[in-house]
């Protein structure tokens, strides 16, 4: 590649790639790369990719009309939350993440947008920001996938990397410095990769695992070391430099103990240790490939409740995120250190800080940024939000912020609205969104109880405002919202925040499963809901939708579709998972029946899909083979006719054809396909898109008028198919038709966009053979959910199981069809529907929150059966009133009758009037309790079993309990209470029983074989006393004479046998024992007449003085005096009775008085026993902790003895190996001394040529080798005896090498005869191959030898061992008898056992005795009584608690219970008034009120200076009531005066008006006085009323 500037550069970017393809070297030396032949050429850090050149656009097939720029990337409104790893931050108000096919670069202020497509359409696997920001890395999916490092802010391709994996990239990695990525791939190579990416070089690369793998991270201080985790392992990563040059070594992590735990989170601390998660929460801190210790909080508690997703160093401190929605610090210091404090390895530790984001949160990846100096954090919630965070934990720490929400996991369902630019999406994540997608912005969202699965808006026809929205829900639920403009109602203008909110019309329930399919027909009249419950209900739109009634189908309903405009009938298609597809006509609102909304006489057509795709390919395979053999035919037919211009003759003959592969079976699937998605073509007909193996082709279908046969058992076939190029294993699962400009567009299984051009009305084959083509979503997970267009067709809205929604402009404006108008906006305008007259003024809609709340149709059963129930209550009522009137005539019938005379009643039988009635009632009787005992059968046999197992466990564990009472005393004695050994004892004890019966055994054997020779049987012949002594003598290792195997063998034979035989004569001795036995048995037996002379004699005086045995009732029975009955006779008897009687008793009670003391000794014995077993006890465990090292020692003994053995017997065959050595050495000495004579006497004496064949004798190469031969001789020091006895001529040898004389030992001298000269070639020879053999022999003997000596200082080391290792068995068998020792022995004593006393006197000195008082012992004896009762009374407390603890239980249960029925009002009430749960400990905690504070403390205050006035007060207005009481009663004796003065006027008045009557004038005089008087008096009682106030 040439260093051209960027510019230049980008012009020619397959030449630069061309020059950068990686290499496949799965480790890249750094010496290597110094040679000069294989460096490459540095790529310049100027040079950039052109990004056309890079991205991959849209496809089209080559007679495709309309341009590849069909659809123009607008805007995405989703984020696929649920990736592991999807948020990237390359500058404070820019956030990146994977969406589909694209990068999203997203301003957070202005929400602008900016995408990168990838370069392969399949899809992204991960994205990173570089260390400095300058660059992000994006790894993609697919074959051969790339990773492309664009720069920022430019967006610019900068390099391109290659061959890092197989399939698909996982995760990447930049090291501290940026100068390498590390990246690591999906299955099946699981690749690691670490690279030279700017200058795109592999430096190295090595598999991961066998497994997934998840992650990989570089070290932030050691850039040499790296970590990977994924599936059940975590493995630590080195960049070691060795001889052959740099190499990536792994180690993996062994879990040990720990319970093996997918790994998704780690970080490398900076003195080499790492901490990873687990997937249940707690932290593992690993050094050297082991787990050192468990991190949890206190009490055990897990550090997350869940998988722990990330782990982040950052400036010393260590943070934890969670899949719990919870961020903790951690004290580094405390981690770093931890050790393990018992065997468990679990340390507990509580968190420096924590942060807590919310009940439904979800975190799982955060990254930080520096705004203006300070950090913030930016986190990705799977629950479909991006939180801004401010972890500084102080008093200044920022609230957290949603920054975005988005839906959460796949998209449901998406529809557009008919009047203007808005779209509405719902999902799983219970929530509905508005979105303006001409704006590019969200308006509003709405949440429910469940997540939504369907949704549709209502056409013009249903609502002209277009602002109403059907969502149907995964709880049966369907709800009516309608989006409206809040700044339009009445009284709010100016008032509202948000642009568009949401109001909910109605609800309601028609289905018992997730809705999937809303459709309104075309005329708006009737609205339809389909599920996975197989109904369709139909309702009727008025002002609500008011139900009609509903139909069953024969599979979970897929998709419905009414029947467009330009039919005839208004007819419903319904598409159903299973195959099947059913068409129904719109039902009338008639009036239903009261019982159900069930619609049975609604006409059905269905079709069945039968599989052809098996014959279309049987079919298409026939035609191949028989074009084939037209070809084939063709060409012959030329071939001759060639044959024949050319004037040869040519056998014309057809050959016969060779057998042909059979034709594959016609195969059809078991389960049927599902049916995905599918529109009407014409009345009755319509096309389909399936699913499964009958993929990769479009059916047309027709209903048939055949409806009388069973929808099961049909079998419908399309009449006609469309074969889609591309989609066999990629089926299309959404078709959407644009009308303006003709073209149907189809979601794809891989997430990827088709669109089909439409020249004609009808579709087929060729009509759909071109088409355009581009990847819009994921390729693994965002099958296309849904595909709409806008109401003016301008715009394309795409969503899918990704998460992702994303528009598209429909054609640019140069490329416009001439129907549009040409002139047009630039930016769509949104005109949001207006509010509905008098919403303002309804109530809230009551919504349904219980997922279990019924149907309409199980309401509507359930109010049929209601009344139902109230009319046969009704009845049962009149019935009852019946019977009680006649109940009353029949008592007053009775009454009559007992008022009758006796004679004239009527019996009570007679009143019966059939006793069948009665009889019949009986068993009806006897049949309910039979019944109530079958319902009671399980309870009563879980009783019973109860009862059982208390038995087993309290009084069958014992072996018997007896208690005896005394007759004439209160003494009694019971049984001990002895519980049954158990079985691990007996298992214990069989088990030691065999064991030692199996040693006892062998060492009887062992003594058997050990027996001396000496008790051999004479019969044994000599030879087994000479190999007996031969054994005897192999046994000694220092012997020299060892027998040879085979000898050994024989006598081994031999030895056999003479134990055979004597094992013989020892069974025949026996048998002849016992037959000697029987005879002598036999003769002792008496004869059959044989009679013994002194029975005979007993037999005699018996009868004799047998006396009269006469029956009472006999007739010759005689009744003698001395047996006559009288009364005092019976008297005496009765008496001597009672006497034996009363002996009886009092001995029992005097044994029974014995048993019992003898009792009370053996509790003292028991009481000891049980002491001593304690002692044992203790002694057990201290023993079960040593056995496990006793048991290790106890096997290196056993080891060095086999090894011991073992080295035995291998100097016993290496010293009998050097035996036969040195006798085949000695064999060759001779032979060669023979020769050496043979050769003197064959030159015999004087001969001259003695010298010339002593030479041909010896030559100088045999002396040579004999020299070598000599060399070995010495160094195993056997030369002395071959020294001694050579001949003279070997003293020659010497000479032999410095003669100068050279002759020629092929000719025979003239003068030498000739026999001599060939019989000393023939002797050289022979001495030639003796020297060899004799060489090989002592070679192998020194070996031998050496090998023997080797043994001999292993043996003595093995020795050495045995010793050593019985040394330490002896002190550890010390150690534990010390152990033993130590434990405390309680030893009972009696008093005369502790009583010091010497001759029977007090002794003088009592220094060395432990003195008790009379008082201390009386003290002590009194102390065990009540310790008896203190005991009994604990047993009685402890009763009592455990009874307490019972009622507490049950209490603890109850409040549990209340108080999660509380919690859970307390939430909906919360839910209610706030919208969302609300911790008022945490607004409370971050909520100071300094103002509000000082406010309380000055009413704290006000109102202790209101309380001491108003004390002050109070003590006024009690001096003042006394005061007022005083009055009062003054007050009161004044009105009694008052009152005798009114009495006393009224009297006056009287008497003066009876004297005025009487008199006349004659006391006119008198009557001015009175009057005076009278006035006088009320001018006084006045001024007494005025002083004296009432």
């Given at each position: 590649?040439?260093?051209?500037?960027?510019?230049?550069?980008?012009?020619d970017?397959?030449?630069?790639?061309?020059n950068?393809?990686?290499?496949d070297?799965?480790?890249?030396?750094?010496?290597?790369?110094?040679?000069?032949?294989?460096?490459?050429?540095?790529?310049?850090?100027?040079?950039?990719?052109m990004?056309?050149?890079?991205?991959?656009?849209?496809?089209?097939?080559?007679?495709?009309?309309?341009?590849?720029?069909?659809?123009?990337?607008?805007?995405?409104?989703g984020?696929?939350c649920?990736?592991?790893?999807?948020?990237?931050?390359?500058?404070?108000?820019?956030?990146?993440?994977?969406?589909?096919?694209?990068?999203?670069?997203?301003?957070l202020?202005?929400?602008?947008?900016?995408?990168?497509?990838s370069?392969?359409?399949?899809?992204?696997?991960?994205?990173?920001?570089?260390?400095?920001?300058?660059?992000?890395?994006?790894?993609?999916?697919g074959?051969?996938?790339?990773?492309?490092?664009?720069?920022?802010?430019?967006?610019?391709?900068?390099?391109?990397?290659?061959?890092?994996?197989e399939?698909?990239?996982?995760?990447?990695?930049?090291?501290?410095?940026g100068?390498?990525?590390?990246s690591?791939?999906?299955?099946p190579?699981?690749?690691?990769?670490?690279?030279?990416?700017?200058?795109?070089?592999?430096?190295?690369?090595?598999?991961?695992?066998?497994?997934?793998?998840?992650?990989?991270?570089?070290?932030?201080?050691?850039?040499?070391?790296?970590?990977?985790?994924?599936?059940?392992?975590?493995?630590?990563?080195?960049m070691a430099?060795?001889l052959?040059?740099?190499?990536?070594?792994?180690?993996?992590?062994r879990?040990?103990?720990?319970a093996?735990?997918?790994?998704?989170?780690?970080?490398?601390?900076?003195?080499?240790?790492?901490?990873?998660?687990?997937?249940?929460?707690?932290?593992?801190?690993?050094?050297?490939g082991?787990?050192?210790?468990?991190?949890?909080?206190?009490?055990?508690?897990?550090?997350?409740?869940?998988?722990?997703?990330?782990?982040i160093?950052?400036?010393?401190?260590?943070?934890?995120?969670?899949?719990?929605?919870?961020?903790?610090?951690?004290?580094?210091?405390?981690?770093?250190?931890a050790?393990?404090?018992?065997?468990?390895g679990l340390?507990?530790?509580?968190?420096?800080?924590?942060?807590?984001?919310?009940?439904?949160?979800?975190?799982?990846?955060m990254?930080?940024?520096?705004?203006?100096?300070?950090?913030?954090?930016?986190?990705?919630?799977m629950?479909?939000?991006?939180?801004k965070?401010?972890?500084?934990?102080?008093n200044?720490?920022?609230?957290?912020?949603?920054?975005?929400?988005?839906?959460?996991?796949?998209?449901e369902?998406?529809?557009?609205?008919p009047?203007?630019?808005?779209?509405?999406?719902?999902a799983?994540?219970?929530?509905?969104?508005?979105?303006?997608?001409?704006?590019n912005?969200?308006?509003?969202?709405?949440?429910?109880?469940?997540?939504?699965?369907?949704?549709?808006?209502?056409?013009?026809?249903?609502?002209?405002?277009?602002?109403?929205?059907?969502?149907?829900?995964?709880?049966?639920?369907?709800?009516?919202?309608?989006?409206?403009?809040?700044?339009?109602?009445?009284?709010?203008?100016?008032?509202?925040?948000?642009?568009?909110?949401?109001?909910l019309?109605?609800?309601?329930?028609?289905?018992?499963?997730?809705v999937?399919?809303?459709?309104y027909?075309?005329?708006?009249?009737?609205?339809?809901?389909?599920?996975?419950d197989k109904?369709?209900?139909?309702?009727?739109?008025?002002?609500?939708?008011?139900p009609?009634?509903?139909?069953?189908?024969?599979?979970?309903?897929?998709?419905?579709?009414?029947?467009?405009?330009s039919?005839?009938?208004?007819?419903?298609?319904?598409?159903?998972?299973?195959?099947?597809?059913?068409?129904?006509?719109?039902?009338?609102?008639?009036?239903?029946?009261?019982?159900t909304y069930?619609i049975?006489?609604?006409?059905?057509?269905?079709?069945?899909?039968?599989?052809?795709?098996?014959r279309?390919k049987?079919?298409?395979?026939?035609a191949?083979?028989?074009?084939?053999?037209?070809?084939?035919?063709k060409?012959?037919?030329?071939?001759?006719?060639?044959?024949?211009?050319?004037?040869?003759?040519?056998?014309?003959t057809?050959?016969?054809?060779a057998?042909?592969?059979?034709?594959?079976?016609?195969?059809?699937?078991?389960?049927?396909?599902?049916?995905?998605?599918?529109?009407?073509?014409a009345?009755?007909?319509?096309?389909?898109?399936?699913?499964?193996?009958?993929?990769?082709?479009?059916?047309?279908?027709?209903?048939?008028?055949?409806?009388?046969?069973?929808?099961e058992?049909?079998?419908?076939?399309?009449?006609?198919?469309?074969?889609?190029?591309?989609?066999?294993?990629?089926p299309?699962?959404?078709?959407?038709?644009c009308t303006?400009?003709?073209?149907?567009?189809?979601?794809?299984?891989?997430?990827?966009?088709?669109?089909?051009?439409?020249?004609?009305?009808?579709?087929?084959?060729?009509?759909?053979?071109?088409?355009?083509?581009?990847?819009?979503?994921?390729?693994?997970?965002?099958?296309?959910?849904?595909?709409?267009?806008?109401?003016?067709?301008?715009?394309?809205?795409?969503?899918?199981?990704d998460?992702?929604i994303?528009?598209?402009?429909?054609?640019?404006?140069?490329?416009?069809?001439?129907?549009?108008?040409?002139?047009?906006p630039?930016e769509?305008?949104?005109?949001?529907?207006?509010?509905?007259?008098?919403?303002?003024?309804?109530?809230?809609t009551?919504?349904?929150?219980?997922?279990?709340?019924?149907?309409?149709?199980?309401?509507?059963?359930?109010m049929?059966y209601?009344?139902k129930?109230?009319e046969?209550?009704?009845?049962?009522?009149?019935?009852?009133?019946?019977l009680?009137?006649?109940?009353?005539?029949?008592?007053?019938?009775?009454?009559?009758?007992?008022?009758?005379?006796?004679?004239?009643?009527l019996?009570?039988?007679?009143?019966?009037m059939?006793?069948?009635?009665?009889?019949?009632?009986d068993?009806?009787?006897?049949?309910?309790?039979?019944?109530?005992?079958?319902?009671?059968?399980?309870?009563?046999?879980?009783?019973?079993?109860?009862?059982?197992k208390?038995?087993t466990?309290?009084?069958?564990?014992?072996e018997?309990?007896?208690?005896?009472?005394?007759?004439?005393?209160?003494?009694?004695?019971?049984?001990?209470?002895?519980?049954?050994?158990?079985?691990?004892?007996?298992?214990?004890?069989?088990?030691?029983?065999?064991?030692?019966e199996v040693l006892?055994?062998?060492?009887?054997?062992?003594?058997?074989?050990?027996?001396?020779?000496?008790?051999?049987?004479?019969?044994?012949?000599?030879?087994?006393?000479?190999?007996?002594?031969?054994?005897?003598?192999?046994?000694?290792?220092?012997?020299?004479?060892?027998?040879?195997?085979?000898t050994?063998?024989?006598?081994?034979?031999?030895?056999?046998?003479?134990?055979?035989?004597?094992?013989?004569?020892?069974?025949?001795?026996?048998?002849?024992?016992?037959?000697?036995?029987?005879?002598?048995?036999?003769?002792?037996?008496?004869?059959?007449?044989?009679?013994?002379?002194?029975?005979?004699?007993?037999?005699?005086?018996?009868?004799?003085?047998i006396?009269?045995?006469?029956?009472?009732?006999?007739?010759?029975?005689?009744l003698?005096?001395?047996?006559?009955?009288?009364?005092?006779?019976?008297?005496?008897?009765?008496?001597?009775?009672e006497?034996?009687?009363n002996t009886?008793?009092i001995?029992?009670?005097?044994?029974?008085?014995?048993?019992?003391?003898?009792?009370?000794?053996?509790?003292?014995?028991?009481?000891?026993?049980?002491?001593r077993?304690?002692?044992?006890?203790e002694?057990?465990?201290?023993?079960?902790?040593?056995?496990?090292?006793?048991?290790?020692?106890?096997?290196?003994?056993?080891?060095?003895?086999?090894?011991?053995?073992?080295?035995?017997?291998?100097?016993?065959?290496?010293?009998?190996e050097?035996?036969?050595?040195?006798?085949?050495?000695?064999?060759?000495?001779?032979?060669?001394?023979?020769?050496?004579?043979?050769?003197?006497?064959?030159?015999?004496?004087?001969?001259?040529?003695?010298?010339?064949?002593?030479?041909?004798?010896?030559?100088?190469?045999?002396c040579?080798?004999?020299?070598?031969?000599?060399?070995?001789?010495?160094?195993?020091?056997?030369?002395?005896?071959?020294?001694?006895?050579?001949?003279?001529?070997?003293?020659?040898?010497k000479?032999?090498?410095?003669?100068?004389?050279?002759?020629?030992?092929?000719?025979?001298?003239?003068?030498?005869?000739?026999?001599?000269?060939?019989?000393?070639?023939?002797?050289?020879?022979?001495?030639?191959?003796?020297?060899?053999?004799?060489?090989?022999?002592?070679?192998?003997?020194a070996d031998?030898?050496?090998?023997?000596?080797?043994?001999?200082?292993?043996?003595?080391?093995?020795?050495?061992?045995?010793?050593?290792?019985?040394?330490?068995?002896?002190?550890?068998?010390w150690?534990?008898?010390?152990?033993?020792?130590?434990l405390?022995?309680?030893?009972?004593?009696?008093?005369h056992?502790?009583?010091?006393?010497?001759?029977?006197?007090?002794?003088?000195?009592?220094?060395?005795?432990?003195?008790?008082?009379?008082?201390?012992?009386?003290?002590?004896?009194?102390?065990?009584?009540?310790?008896?009762?203190?005991?009994?009374?604990?047993r009685?407390?402890?009763?009592?608690a455990?009874?307490?603890?019972?009622?507490l239980?049950?209490?603890?249960?109850?409040?549990?219970?209340?108080?999660?029925?509380?919690?859970?009002?307390?939430?909906?009430?919360?839910?209610?008034?706030?919208?969302?749960?609300?911790?008022?400990?945490a607004?409370?905690?971050?909520?100071?009120?300094?103002?509000?504070?000082?406010?309380?403390?000055?009413?704290m205050?006000?109102?202790?200076?209101?309380f001491?006035?108003?004390?002050?007060?109070?003590?006024?207005?009690?001096?003042?009531?006394?005061?007022?009481?005083?009055?009062?009663?003054?007050?009161?004796?004044?009105?009694?005066?008052?009152?005798r003065?009114?009495?006393?006027?009224?009297?006056?008045?009287?008497?003066?008006?009876?004297?005025?009557?009487?008199?006349?004038?004659e006391?006119?005089?008198?009557?001015?006085?009175d009057?005076?008087?009278?006035?006088?008096?009320?001018?006084?009682?006045?001024?007494v009323?005025?002083?004296w106030?009432?």
């Amino acid at each position: 590649m040439e260093e051209e500037p960027a510019e230049d550069a980008q012009e020619d970017p397959s030449g630069a790639e061309g020059n950068l393809d990686e290499q496949d070297n799965s480790e890249v030396s750094s010496e290597s790369q110094k040679r000069p032949e294989e460096v490459k050429k540095k790529i310049p850090e100027t040079f950039f990719y052109m990004y056309e050149d890079v991205y991959s656009g849209p496809y089209a097939t080559d007679d495709f009309e309309i341009p590849t720029d069909l659809l123009i990337f607008k805007h995405s409104f989703g984020y696929d939350c649920t990736r592991p790893v999807n948020l990237m931050m390359m500058d404070t108000h820019t956030v990146g993440y994977i969406a589909g096919n694209q990068v999203m670069l997203q301003n957070l202020r202005t929400k602008n947008q900016t995408y990168v497509r990838s370069s392969c359409g399949s899809g992204i696997g991960f994205i990173t920001a570089h260390p400095s920001k300058e660059y992000f890395a994006v790894g993609e999916k697919g074959k051969k996938p790339n990773i492309v490092i664009y720069s920022y802010p430019s967006v610019r391709p900068y390099r391109i990397l290659k061959g890092g994996t197989e399939v698909a990239y996982v995760f990447g990695d930049f090291n501290r410095t940026g100068t390498l990525l590390a990246s690591v791939g999906s299955s099946p190579d699981y690749m690691l990769t670490i690279w030279d990416w700017k200058q795109e070089d592999t430096l190295l690369r090595s598999k991961a695992f066998a497994q997934d793998v998840y992650k990989v991270m570089f070290s932030a201080e050691n850039e040499e070391h790296l970590t990977t985790g994924g599936s059940g392992h975590i493995k630590f990563w080195k960049m070691a430099l060795t001889l052959t040059g740099l190499k990536l070594q792994g180690a993996l992590g062994r879990f040990g103990k720990t319970a093996v735990s997918d790994i998704i989170s780690f970080v490398e601390l900076p003195d080499g240790k790492v901490v990873s998660g687990t997937e249940w929460g707690n932290l593992l801190l690993w050094e050297g490939g082991l787990i050192k210790v468990e991190l949890c909080q206190v009490g055990r508690k897990p550090c997350h409740k869940g998988p722990v997703s990330q782990l982040i160093f950052d400036e010393g401190e260590l943070y934890s995120v969670g899949i719990d929605g919870v961020i903790r610090m951690w004290n580094f210091e405390v981690v770093d250190t931890a050790d393990p404090v018992d065997d468990t390895g679990l340390v507990e530790m509580e968190p420096m800080n924590e942060l807590w984001l919310g009940k439904n949160v979800s975190l799982n990846f955060m990254t930080k940024i520096l705004d203006h100096e300070q950090p913030f954090w930016y986190a990705q919630d799977m629950s479909g939000t991006i939180w801004k965070l401010d972890l500084t934990f102080s008093n200044m720490t920022h609230d957290p912020e949603r920054v975005c929400t988005f839906h959460s996991g796949r998209i449901e369902a998406i529809s557009v609205s008919p009047f203007t630019y808005l779209m509405a999406t719902t999902a799983l994540d219970r929530s509905v969104r508005i979105y303006d997608f001409g704006s590019n912005s969200q308006l509003s969202v709405i949440k429910f109880k469940q997540g939504g699965t369907a949704l549709t808006w209502a056409p013009a026809v249903v609502n002209p405002e277009g602002g109403l929205i059907a969502v149907g829900f995964e709880d049966g639920v369907v709800r009516i919202i309608e989006v409206y403009d809040p700044k339009l109602l009445p009284g709010h203008e100016g008032q509202a925040k948000e642009s568009a909110e949401i109001n909910l019309k109605q609800v309601f329930k028609p289905h018992s499963a997730a809705v999937t399919a809303l459709a309104y027909e075309q005329k708006g009249d009737v609205f339809a809901t389909g599920s996975k419950d197989k109904t369709v209900f139909f309702f009727a739109i008025e002002d609500e939708y008011k139900p009609i009634g509903f139909i069953s189908v024969p599979g979970p309903v897929q998709a419905l579709q009414w029947s467009p405009p330009s039919h005839d009938k208004s007819m419903l298609l319904i598409l159903c998972e299973n195959g099947f597809a059913v068409q129904v006509p719109a039902p009338l609102p008639e009036k239903q029946g009261t019982a159900t909304y069930h619609i049975k006489n609604l006409p059905t057509q269905y079709f069945h899909f039968y599989s052809i795709k098996s014959r279309i390919k049987l079919e298409e395979e026939i035609a191949r083979r028989e074009k084939e053999k037209q070809k084939k035919e063709k060409e012959r037919l030329e071939w001759i006719k060639q044959q024949k211009e050319m004037g040869l003759e040519v056998d014309e003959t057809k050959e016969e054809e060779a057998e042909e592969e059979p034709l594959p079976p016609i195969y059809i699937p078991e389960e049927p396909s599902p049916i995905l998605c599918g529109f009407y073509s014409a009345p009755g007909k319509f096309w389909l898109s399936l699913g499964g193996y009958d993929s990769g082709f479009l059916y047309h279908c027709e209903f048939s008028h055949n409806d009388e046969e069973d929808p099961e058992k049909r079998k419908d076939e399309p009449f006609d198919v469309i074969p889609m190029k591309d989609t066999n294993d990629n089926p299309i699962h959404q078709i959407s038709f644009c009308t303006s400009n003709p073209l149907m567009f189809c979601g794809m299984q891989d997430g990827s966009l088709r669109a089909y051009p439409l020249s004609v009305k009808d579709l087929s084959a060729e009509v759909l053979k071109d088409y355009w083509y581009m990847n819009v979503h994921d390729n693994d997970n965002g099958q296309i959910r849904g595909i709409c267009c806008s109401h003016d067709e301008r715009c394309l809205i795409t969503c899918g199981g990704d998460g992702n929604i994303f528009t598209f402009d429909l054609l640019s404006e140069e490329e416009l069809p001439e129907e549009l108008p040409k002139k047009l906006p630039k930016e769509l305008k949104v005109i949001i529907p207006p509010p509905r007259s008098g919403l303002e003024k309804e109530k809230a809609t009551e919504d349904i929150k219980d997922p279990n709340a019924d149907t309409i149709e199980e309401y509507k059963q359930k109010m049929e059966y209601e009344r139902k129930m109230k009319e046969a209550e009704e009845k049962k009522n009149k019935k009852r009133e019946e019977l009680s009137a006649l109940r009353k005539d029949f008592i007053f019938l009775l009454q009559k009758n007992q008022e009758l005379p006796k004679h004239m009643q009527l019996h009570r039988e007679e009143f019966e009037m059939d006793h069948r009635i009665f009889e019949e009632l009986d068993r009806q009787t006897l049949q309910r309790i039979q019944l109530v005992r079958e319902k009671l059968a399980w309870e009563h046999e879980k009783q019973l079993i109860g009862l059982q197992k208390l038995q087993t466990q309290f009084r069958d564990s014992l072996e018997f309990t007896l208690t005896v009472h005394a007759i004439q005393s209160n003494h009694q004695i019971s049984t001990y209470s002895l519980l049954t050994v158990s079985e691990k004892y007996t298992q214990h004890k069989k088990h030691g029983d065999s064991k030692w019966e199996v040693l006892k055994e062998k060492w009887t054997a062992l003594k058997q074989e050990e027996q001396p020779e000496e008790e051999i049987l004479r019969e044994t012949r000599p030879v087994h006393r000479e190999s007996i002594a031969f054994e005897k003598e192999a046994e000694m290792p220092e012997t020299p004479e060892v027998q040879k195997p085979t000898t050994r063998y024989i006598e081994s034979k031999r030895e056999k046998i003479r134990r055979l035989v004597e094992k013989y004569d020892a069974l025949k001795a026996k048998i002849m024992k016992r037959r000697a036995e029987w005879h002598e048995l036999y003769k002792s037996k008496p004869k059959d007449i044989y009679e013994d002379s002194k029975d005979a004699e007993e037999i005699k005086e018996a009868r004799e003085n047998i006396g009269c045995y006469r029956l009472k009732t006999a007739t010759d029975y005689t009744l003698t005096e001395d047996k006559r009955i009288s009364t005092e006779k019976k008297m005496m008897q009765l008496a001597t009775l009672e006497h034996l009687i009363n002996t009886l008793v009092i001995n029992f009670d005097a044994e029974l008085r014995l048993l019992r003391h003898e009792k009370l000794k053996m509790d003292v014995q028991m009481k000891s026993a049980s002491l001593r077993c304690i002692t044992c006890c203790e002694e057990l465990l201290i023993l079960k902790k040593l056995e496990i090292h006793e048991d290790l020692l106890e096997e290196q003994i056993c080891g060095i003895i086999s090894e011991q053995e073992d080295i035995q017997s291998k100097l016993k065959s290496c010293l009998a190996e050097i035996e036969d050595r040195k006798c085949e050495i000695v064999m060759l000495q001779e032979r060669e001394k023979a020769l050496y004579a043979s050769f003197e006497a064959s030159l015999g004496e004087n001969n001259e040529f003695a010298d010339f064949l002593t030479n041909i004798f010896k030559t100088e190469v045999e002396c040579v080798e004999k020299e070598k031969v000599a060399r070995e001789a010495d160094e195993e020091n056997e030369n002395e005896e071959e020294g001694d006895e050579k001949p003279d001529l070997k003293t020659d040898e010497k000479k032999c090498g410095s003669e100068d004389a050279v002759f020629d030992d092929s000719l025979c001298p003239e003068g030498c005869s000739e026999d001599l000269f060939l019989n000393t070639i023939q002797l050289r020879q022979q001495r030639i191959s003796i020297e060899k053999a004799l060489a090989e022999e002592k070679k192998v003997a020194a070996d031998l030898k050496k090998e023997y000596n080797a043994l001999a200082i292993k043996a003595k080391e093995v020795e050495t061992s045995l010793d050593t290792a019985n040394k330490e068995l002896e002190a550890f068998q010390w150690e534990k008898l010390h152990r033993l020792n130590e434990l405390y022995v309680v030893v009972p004593l009696r008093l005369h056992q502790v009583q010091c006393l010497v001759d029977g006197e007090m002794p003088r000195d009592f220094s060395q005795t432990l003195v008790f008082t009379n008082q201390s012992l009386q003290y002590l004896q009194k102390r065990i009584v009540d310790l008896r009762n203190e005991k009994r009374m604990q047993r009685e407390i402890h009763k009592k608690a455990r009874e307490q603890h019972k009622q507490l239980l049950q209490d603890k249960k109850e409040m549990e219970m209340e108080i999660q029925q509380l919690e859970e009002r307390c939430n909906h009430l919360m839910m209610e008034k706030f919208g969302r749960l609300v911790d008022f400990e945490a607004v409370q905690a971050h909520s100071v009120n300094i103002p509000m504070e000082k406010m309380k403390v000055r009413i704290m205050e006000k109102e202790y200076e209101h309380f001491v006035e108003l004390k002050e007060w109070e003590e006024r207005i009690v001096g003042l009531q006394h005061q007022l009481t005083t009055l009062t009663r003054e007050n009161t004796s004044k009105l009694h005066q008052l009152n005798r003065f009114c009495h006393e006027k009224h009297q006056l008045e009287t008497e003066l008006e009876s004297l005025t009557t009487g008199q006349g004038g004659e006391f006119e005089g008198t009557k001015s006085s009175d009057i005076k008087e009278t006035a006088r008096l009320k001018s006084r009682l006045m001024n007494v009323s005025k002083k004296w106030p009432f």
